[in-house]
């Protein structure tokens, strides 16, 4: 057997396999002979099938089976051997050759490689991201303060609607004409005030009794939200998303939560028994509620930025060209124009795992399977705890994280993150970080 390469550029190179009978005959005989122990085939006692016989039936499926076999096992083989990094795995490079498959054939089989760019990344404290300090405005504020309140306050049934409030309301689909649809969408629900979005519609529901009659326009309310639609009438989305009717909304009921007292009674609710005494200190601890939550989207943004910063800081080139054969080979689907479309981004992310990669490897950071464990073992527990108050207990916790980590794809998502999470500390301590205190508005403008 002969193997070469022939590098046609940095990034590119095709590889040469010659096999001769020598080379694959030992293998089918093999595979022929297992086959014979393991046939059953009417005439013969199991086990006892001529190999022969397998091969003039079978033989020339058991060669091309065996061939690829060797194939796969030569190329993987010297691509470690040559320690060569490639990107994407070898496309068969097609050819006019024909074979006649009888034992005897030598054959020749090329394939393209995508090779990794060989590139320097240097990080130093001329490199500059900006690090937001997010504060709470006072509008976010007092509606996180109203919301807290609600949370614990009492249900109220006022004679007029007012913004804020729930209608308890029954729905009947209209016809064109505005007569009621036979046959038609109808459902009993609650209607939130704060969640219809266009302001006329809104309006329109503010100051109605019971037993009052509107006509709604529900994908105007709803900025044609399919999902919040198909929710409040109990249908599928795609039933939602198409709906053109009007609805006949009649009020059943009007339901105002009012807000808790600021009392001791409600303080020790929220935070313990007197751990807090006054108003001030109440508005404290939400603000620093607030601003923790805040400090993960500066986080995010930073972590994203840094991103940014490396993926645009390394000049190097992609074999563009073979990657997106290879991503058309890989995925029968794929569409030209989504090829088009989606191929920057792959690219964007392709660089950013090279960059990765190097960055480990140059600076020796280590990824232990005990910060794999911990990662894993918090976001179950993250995951526990939106279905159930009571969180489970260390011994039941790890049990679970034990069992979660067993399944290959599930940790090696976790291991990537954790390996994403080292590198970007590793740039963060490198980089010069201007920190930048900016309101929740401003953030979130910044974030558009």
Not at 118 to 133: G, L, P
Not at 287 to 316: C, G
Not at 407 to 435: M, P, R
């Amino acid at each position: 057997m002969n193997i070469s390469q022939e590098k046609i550029d940095n990034l590119n190179a095709v590889v040469k396999i010659n096999i001769k009978p020598e080379d694959y005959q030992p293998r089918v005989e093999k595979a022929i002979r297992d086959h014979a122990k393991k046939a059953k085939i009417p005439g013969f006692r199991p086990g006892m099938v001529p190999a022969s016989h397998i091969k003039r039936m079978y033989g020339k499926s058991i060669l091309v089976d065996e061939v690829n076999n060797l194939l796969s096992d030569t190329l993987n083989n010297y691509i470690n051997e040559q320690q060569l990094e490639v990107l994407g795995q070898p496309l068969p490079k097609a050819d006019d050759k024909e074979y006649n498959w009888d034992f005897a054939d030598d054959f020749e089989f090329n394939y393209e490689l995508g090779l990794a760019p060989a590139f320097d990344i240097d990080f130093s404290s001329k490199d500059k991201v900006t690090q937001y300090v997010i504060k709470a405005d006072e509008e976010t504020l007092a509606a996180r303060i109203t919301n807290i309140r609600k949370s614990y306050g009492k249900m109220t049934n006022p004679d007029v609607s007012a913004d804020g409030d729930v209608l308890y309301a029954e729905l009947v689909q209209l016809s064109p004409d505005g007569s009621v649809f036979e046959d038609g969408i109808s459902n009993t629900t609650s209607v939130r005030l704060d969640q219809v979005q266009d302001a006329k519609v809104k309006k329109s529901l503010i100051g109605l009794k019971k037993d009052d009659v509107v006509t709604l326009d529900i994908q105007k309310a709803y900025n044609n939200d399919a999902a919040r639609i198909a929710a409040i009438l109990k249908i599928d989305e795609e039933t939602a998303a198409e709906l053109k009717s009007n609805f006949r909304l009649t009020v059943k009921n009007v339901n105002r939560l009012e807000e808790s007292d600021l009392n001791q009674e409600f303080f020790d609710k929220l935070f313990g028994e007197g751990k807090v005494t006054t108003e001030e200190g109440f508005r404290d601890e939400i603000t620093k509620e607030v601003e923790a939550m805040y400090a993960q989207d500066s986080e995010r943004k930073l972590q994203n930025d840094l991103y940014k910063l490396a993926v645009d800081k390394a000049k190097f080139e992609l074999p563009d060209e073979f990657l997106k054969r290879w991503l058309k080979a890989t995925n029968e689907k794929l569409t030209d124009e989504e090829l088009t479309g989606g191929y920057n981004d792959f690219a964007q992310n392709l660089k950013w795992t090279l960059i990765e990669n190097k960055v480990i490897k140059d600076n020796q950071i280590e990824i232990k399977y005990e910060e794999v464990f911990q990662a894993a073992k918090a976001r179950l527990d993250a995951q526990f705890r939106m279905y159930s108050p009571q969180p489970l207990s260390e011994e039941q916790l790890a049990q679970y994280t034990v069992q979660y980590l067993q399944n290959k794809e599930e940790a090696n998502k976790i291991f990537e993150e954790v390996k994403a999470l080292k590198v970007l500390d590793h740039l963060k301590s490198i980089v010069t970080l201007d920190q930048k205190e900016v309101t929740s508005k401003k953030f979130a403008e910044l974030e558009k």
